[in-house]
């Protein structure tokens, strides 16, 4: 009986430290360099990170814009 409550604890305590925030969201992106600089004056890898970037900051009520293709 022991064995089974220590197994228990053991699934739990993996389970608590596993788990991923709400707001975090997987967003695989190509590693391609083709940078494009957001209206915040950062340069992100490419359109792909910029959008993950957008997303993330409009979740908190903000904008993010695209400024132009090439580097800040």
Same mark, same amino acid.
């Given at each position: 009986m022991k064995f089974l409550h220590l197994i228990l604890a053991l699934v739990l305590a993996i389970c608590a430290f596993n788990t991923q925030p709400a707001s975090?969201?997987?967003?695989?992106?190509p590693r391609n360099y083709d940078? &494009?600089?957001? *209206?915040?004056? &950062?340069?992100? *890898?490419n359109r792909c990170e910029f959008e993950c970037s957008k997303r993330e900051v409009e979740r908190s009520g903000r904008s993010?814009?695209?400024?132009?293709?090439?580097?800040c």
């Open positions: 975090a969201e997987l967003c695989p992106c940078p &494009v600089c957001g *209206s915040n004056l &950062v340069t992100y *890898s993010l814009g695209l400024a132009r293709s090439g580097p």
